[in-house]
């Protein structure tokens, strides 16, 4: 058996040799992570420094923003490296700093949305009560266990992985990937699946229960409640829905291209499946809800427009 301490890199297998083309690719990608961190930064400062703007669901928005910034900075800058380097390497101890990152901001961005879910059913279905129900206190409590949570129950499959005995360096991948790693593992993996499978299901149920709820009582009300009522739920809650949906479908595409035999399906296509959750989602959340949030839009434009008119 070859123990991973022997390996000081791995190998990422999964690009494809464009010649003169990967300084195209390096312009597209970064200006595709100058966007993100430019559209986030943005929202973020906005929610910050507007007073007015210091209400539970921008707070929770504000933390899906910092969280986007958070995964980006896990894979780009590592990808742009990668991208112009003839040799596609990358040291053992950054491969589980980027798996560390990428998946805790997975996790993170399913729990935010279930924080954010919930905060829309109280504002929905118990208008009167939300203030209460919601208060600046337990906005500041969900996030920091949101976030604490989700960084605990990963370093735990962290150390479970590290401490594997591998027979081979080669991933399969653009980026490190936990599952692809364990695969290479030449020594017992029954302990890292059964804590994967647990993990797995708290990851994917636990966000997903209040989610459900929130969804299940707000269609409730939207059917027997007033034509305002069903405007309010549709203003707010179609900025998230479409987040989510963007989050899951980009979550399935990389667990597919992972875990079931996709040589069917060109390379390039491969790329571009396991890097959607990674891109589409950082630069989706912070357009859609800058266009549909009217507050928000409000402000921004204020802001460019006050920006132009400065002698």
Not at 67 to 74: K, Q, T, V, W
Not at 77 to 90: E, K
Not at 110 to 120: E, K, P, V
Not at 229 to 238: D, G, L, P
């Amino acid at each position: 058996m070859v123990n991973s301490t022997n390996f000081s890199h791995f190998i990422l297998g999964g690009f494809v040799h464009t010649g003169r083309l990967k300084y195209l690719c390096f312009v597209i990608t970064a200006i595709l992570y100058t966007m993100i961190v430019f559209c986030n930064s943005l929202l973020i400062g906005v929610i910050c420094m507007k007073r007015s703007l210091h209400e539970p669901m921008y707070i929770f928005l504000c933390s899906l923003f910092v969280n986007e910034l958070y995964g980006s900075a896990g894979l780009f800058p590592f990808l742009l490296i990668q991208i112009v380097s003839d040799i596609h390497t990358i040291s053992v101890p950054l491969c589980f700093l980027q798996i560390f990152c990428l998946y805790t901001y997975a996790h993170i961005e399913f729990c935010n949305l279930a924080l954010m879910s919930y905060d829309r059913y109280l504002a929905i279905c118990c208008p009167l009560q939300y203030n209460t129900r919601m208060t600046s206190n337990k906005v500041a409590l969900f996030i920091a266990v949101v976030w604490l949570y989700c960084f605990i129950e990963f370093l735990i499959t962290l150390f479970l992985s590290v401490r594997l005995q591998l027979c081979g360096n080669m991933i399969n991948s653009v980026y490190c990937s936990n599952y692809l790693i364990v695969k290479l593992a030449c020594s017992d993996t029954r302990v890292n699946n059964i804590y994967g499978i647990c993990g797995t299901f708290l990851s994917i149920f636990v966000p997903l229960i209040p989610i459900l709820f929130s969804y299940i009582k707000i269609l409730k009300i939207c059917l027997v409640g007033s034509k305002e009522t069903r405007q309010k739920a549709v203003s707010t809650c179609t900025p998230h829905l479409a987040s989510l949906l963007n989050f899951c479908f980009g979550c399935c595409f990389e667990v597919f291209q992972s875990r079931f035999n996709m040589t069917s399906v060109s390379r390039v296509l491969r790329i571009i499946l396991s890097l959607y959750f990674l891109i589409c989602q950082p630069l989706f959340n912070p357009i859609m809800y800058g266009l549909r949030m009217s507050k928000i839009r409000q402000i921004c434009k204020g802001q460019i427009f006050s920006q132009i008119n400065c002698p």
